[in-house]
């Protein structure tokens, strides 16, 4: 696959989808002999034969639909003029796609649609990209015979609503493909065509503008669209693109492949790739549209320093930011000793940039402490499977969805954090898959059009492990289990251990049922349903992870699967959906402090001698810090300096005071973002970032899919992050020397077998690869554990079930959860500097009507949110999507201050914050809390501090 | 680093542990664990706690402990 198109083209398209079939068919096209799949249709069997019959609502992306009447041909034996794309080619099917009886009639068909379309072709913004246009020139269109005075739609009003694309239905065809695509791509049915005949027109819901509408944004409809009815703004207001670069988004962890269409070295859109093996050419609000805050006027591109964080920062070159980062560490080392300091690598970041930090800790630094973000999201999903399965990752390719029978949704809102998987996954549930969703909340899924879930177990926040347990113990005294598949491939000593705990009776339903909340009943119902599915898959996300059982519920998940045979093939699995970009790939990479890059760990002396050699230096045998430690040990004065890439930890860990009262404490935090996000109000260097645009290098998904990421615009500050660390790394006095981001993925590769096959050059050729890639799966690994499991056996882990200590009490009568909405990402540092702010401009906080009344609160009130570790003040909005007892916020917004709420409770065994569960109370209050009062106080001080920046030196070379 | 959240957290991890008829392997499981997971400066810490007879363990975290810190001290 190129990685760069030179001039501006569409993609090819031919006509429908493509369609699997073991037979062949062979039919004659204008003579010639064209051999397809079984099931293939006219138009596309042509196109595959480079025959393009004009056409204008077809379209390989979305099903043949038969309106246009433009693609009919001539079939011998058959009666008029059948449509190419909706027939399907027979074996011995003989078609003339071309004669002057067709080219009459397409003529006129064209005739009439342009007779009620504007001729403003030299002014349209696709002028030069538009299907109408492309057709009115294949179909030799000279006149209009009709003229225009008679009754037409050219004076329809525009919908400008949406702040990222323009709804023009003076040149709408209504052929129905922005219809289609909101349904058959992304599942939001929001679209429909209202009225008949002449008046039928498209509408969004009940003819509502695009942005008060059911609209997700997605951006299905603008990419199906043929005119210009449909059109980006930024392409309204840029013109065409003149180059196109594939790279890969830099939001969620479904990775989608985009087409950077560029104008020199601004991007004019992002257009989702047909050839993304992760979105096969689908894309969300974000990915889509959102990239503006890459050029957003509040980018740092200049290093600043300072020796207190009350003091003014000051602009200096990348040299002295990078001597003065480095002697300050240095300092640090010498006054407090090596393990003083620590990095912390992102998942925001390439994987290419996350192992050179953990190296320059382990080698630079010469300790152990690095860490990353998945600390606080996915690092139960490493223990939970590596204990069970043998690997810390997801064990499917996406398209297994497709396969599935039933799925299983366990505290995930794949809508809201993982729309274009959540598409696909609701492809195969339009279909028929079952559903069994698992969340105390009622997210999108559990009833959304064409979608509904067979059951909801709307468990109490907290109750994972129980309710799990309660499922195994209806698969094992039923005699549910994949009795061949457990003896085949599991160890049977801890199988029995298992068998012999869940089937105590205190895992029953009924017994549970006192702390889940959900009837047994449904529990009962549930699991049946899951373990006599022919392929049952599980789905989870961080309201697994993020609780003080995290890693027990995630080997609950895994001990599932085991005994019912649900790994190791199509369609079956346990999927993580991972938050961030690059949650996978910054473990991969070797960011937990206790794991060199591919999950080995750092006591493990021949993996650390392999390592020692490459890197000639001795590196130290112990685990470092995790975060949550990192922090206590520079409360206690024991850890004095941090190196922060691309992570805002003020914002997104747990229990805010203690957060920023250990990053005040510090003698020196480097921070190097794209913004002065709320972490580097702290710091004392500022190290300009690169945006996913400005730089090379690979994400790896939640199907740990390697993907590339190409750089589309020079570095705004100069400088790609890893060239930064390299700097620094230097000035420590440990040297690096890598030209390019590919050095180090070969050195990643020569490191690390499961990227032993993985290289720039292969990502090029093959477009994207799934590790394990190595000389027994050269181009990668699309499903795990197949024949047996990557640790040998399966392993059965017992999963006690223990009630958190943060239970509710008379003083917190409510448990808080979090989550994400679709709009926003993360902290909100890009989203916020987006147009995304048009849907959720502020965090609020859900509550049951009952909760709410009790307590006199009503909609859009102020609710003082309290727990043990601090509070703050939201808005309220009354809804029954949580249950009684519960309350729920996000936390895109620094000044909400959610973490100021949640506590420092963690799992057990790897310290992820229970970010899930929080005791809480709530009432109705008139201002801002005291944090929120000092928290503007903060921010007014530091904005002021950033804006008296002196320039005594321009940049200059690192 | 606070002593008294070290001890919540290896009696976090020794409850969830301790499931089984085996004591001696729980106690082994959470020695393995902070084997594993534990930077050393956190042993230090947790070990002068103990040796102040203020540390509220559980047995089991307690078995593991004094496991884990006879054999630092053996291996130095």
């Known amino acids: ?958 | 680093m606070e002593p008294t959240k070290l001890v919540r957290m290896v009696n976090q991890i020794a409850a969830n542990w301790d499931c089984g008829p085996d004591q001696a392997k729980a106690v082994a499981g959470v020695a393995d664990h902070l084997r594993r997971f534990w930077s050393p400066p956190m042993f230090d810490e947790i070990a002068r706690y103990i040796a102040t007879g203020d540390a509220d363990l559980s047995p089991i975290a307690e078995r593991a402990l004094t496991q884990l810190i006879e054999e630092r001290q053996v291996t130095g």
């Open chain 1, 1 to 958: 696959m190129s990685e760069v198109y030179e001039g501006y083209r569409r993609p090819d398209d031919l006509g429908t989808p493509a369609i699997e079939s073991d037979v062949s068919i062979t039919l004659m096209l204008d003579g010639k002999k064209v051999s397809v799949p079984e099931g293939t249709t006219v138009i596309r069997a042509a196109a595959l034969a480079g025959i393009n019959i004009p056409r204008l609502c077809a379209t390989d992306s979305l099903e043949p639909f038969g309106s246009c009447r433009l693609c009919l041909v001539e079939i011998e034996g058959a009666k008029g003029l059948p449509a190419s794309c909706t027939t399907e080619a027979q074996d011995g099917m003989k078609v003339t796609t071309q004669n002057n009886r067709l080219a009459d009639v397409r003529r006129n068909i064209m005739e009439l649609y342009i007779s009620d379309h504007p001729l403003d072709c030299l002014t349209c913004p696709t002028n030069g990209d538009c299907e109408l246009q492309d057709m009115a020139g294949a179909v030799g269109l000279r006149d209009v015979r009709y003229g225009y005075a008679g009754e037409n739609h050219l004076e329809a009003e525009k919908d400008e609503s949406n702040p990222y694309f323009t709804f023009d239905p003076s040149k709408c065809i209504v052929c129905s493909r922005c219809v289609r695509a909101c349904e058959e791509v992304q599942g939001t049915f929001a679209l429909t065509i209202d009225g008949r005949g002449f008046d039928s027109k498209v509408v969004a819901s009940e003819d509502q503008p695009f942005l008060d509408s059911e609209c997700v944004s997605c951006g299905a409809c603008v990419q199906a669209c043929p005119t210009a009815s449909l059109t980006e703004n930024s392409l309204i207001n840029m013109g065409q693109p003149e180059h196109t670069v594939i790279t890969t988004c830099g939001y969620c962890g479904v990775g989608c492949s985009f087409r950077a269409e560029m104008k020199g070295s601004e991007v004019v859109r992002m257009v989702p790739n047909k050839d993304g093996k992760a979105n096969h050419g689908h894309s969300c609000v974000k990915g889509r549209f959102a990239f503006g805050y890459a050029t957003h006027k509040d980018r740092i591109t200049t290093p600043m320093i300072r020796e207190s964080i009350h003091d003014s920062w000051q602009e200096v070159s990348w040299d002295k930011a990078i001597k003065f980062a480095a002697d300050k560490l240095k300092g640090i080392q010498a006054k407090y000793g090596p393990g003083s300091i620590g990095g912390i690598t992102s998942s925001r970041c390439s994987n290419e940039e996350t192992y050179l930090v953990q190296k320059m800790v382990r080698a630079a630094f010469g300790n152990n402490n690095v860490d990353t973000c998945a600390r606080v999201c996915h690092s139960p999903t490493g223990y939970g499977l590596k204990s069970t399965l043998g690997e810390s990752a997801g064990t499917q390719a996406f398209d297994s969805v497709l396969h599935s029978d039933v799925i299983v949704v366990i505290g995930a809102n794949p809508t809201e954090a993982h729309p274009v998987f959540a598409s696909q996954m609701k492809r195969r549930l339009r279909e028929g898959a079952n559903l069994i969703i698992v969340d105390p909340r009622s997210i999108d899924l559990v009833r959304s059009p064409h979608v509904e879930a067979d059951y909801h177990l709307q468990l109490s926040p907290g109750t994972n492990v129980a309710l799990i347990n309660a499922m195994a113990h209806v698969v094992l005294s039923e005699g549910l289990e994949a009795k061949a598949y457990i003896k085949d491939r599991c160890e049977l000593d801890a199988y029995e251990d298992w068998r012999s705990f869940i089937l105590d009776e205190k895992n029953s339903p009924e017994s549970m049922e006192s702390a889940t909340g959900v009837p047994a009943e449904d529990v009962r119902g549930a699991a049946r349903l899951y373990a006599t599915a022919p392929n049952g898959a599980i789905y989870y996300g961080l309201g697994v992870s993020e609780h003080s059982q995290g890693s027990t519920m995630v080997m609950g998940i895994a001990n599932l699967a085991m005994a019912t045979g649900n790994l190791g093939r199509e369609g079956v699995g346990v999927n993580p959906l991972r938050g961030q970009n690059n949650v996978q790939g910054a473990c991969d990479m070797g960011s937990f402090p206790h794991e060199l890059p591919g999950y080995r760990h750092i006591s493990d002396t021949s993996a650390r001698t392999l390592f020692e050699k490459e890197w000639g230096v001795e590196l130290m045998p112990d685990p470092g810090y995790r975060i949550p430690n990192m922090f206590d040990a520079a409360v206690a004065g024991q850890f004095k300096g941090m190196y922060v890439q691309g992570e805002d930890l003020a914002q997104s860990d747990p229990d805010t005071h203690h957060v920023t009262a250990a990053l005040s404490s510090l003698e020196c935090m480097i921070v190097q973002d794209l913004f002065l996000n709320e972490t580097a109000k702290f710091a004392h260097v500022f190290l300009p970032g690169s945006s996913f645009l400005e730089k090379n290098g690979t994400f790896t998904n939640a199907e740990r899919r390697i993907s590339p990421v190409r750089k589309v615009m020079e570095p705004l500050a100069g400088y790609e992050d890893w060239e930064v660390t390299q700097a620094l790394s230097n000035a420590m006095g440990y040297p690096m020397n890598y030209g390019h981001a590919s050095e180090i993925m070969d050195e990643i590769a020569r490191l690390t077998p499961t990227f032993e096959g993985v290289s720039f050059e292969k990502l090029d050729r093959l477009g994207t690869i799934q590790w394990p890639c190595n000389d027994e799966a050269v181009e990668g690994t699309p499903t795990m554990h197949v024949d047996e499991f990557v640790r040998g056996k399966g392993l059965f882990r017992l999963t006690p079930y223990i009630e958190t200590d943060e239970r509710t009490t008379r003083k917190y009568p409510l448990l808080l959860t979090t989550g994400r909405i679709l709009s926003q990402y993360n902290v909100g540092a890009q989203t916020r500097r987006t147009e995304n702010m048009q849907w959720h401009d502020e965090d609020i906080v859900e509550i049951h009507p009952h909760d709410a009344e009790q307590r006199g609160i009503e909609h859009g009130d102020w609710v003082g949110l309290k727990s043990r570790a601090g509070d703050t003040v939201l808005r309220a909005d009354i809804t029954e999507r949580v249950q009684p007892g519960v309350v729920y916020t996000t936390f895109h917004h620094p000044e909400s201050g959610a973490n100021v709420v949640t506590t420092d409770n963690s799992d057990w065994a790897t310290n992820c914050p229970e970010y899930k569960v929080t005791a809480v109370q709530a009432c109705k209050v008139t201002q801002l809390s005291e944090w929120q009062e000092k928290f503007e106080e903060f921010t007014e001080e530091q904005l002021e501090l950033l804006r008296k920046a002196k320039t005594p030196a321009q940049a200059t070379s690192v």
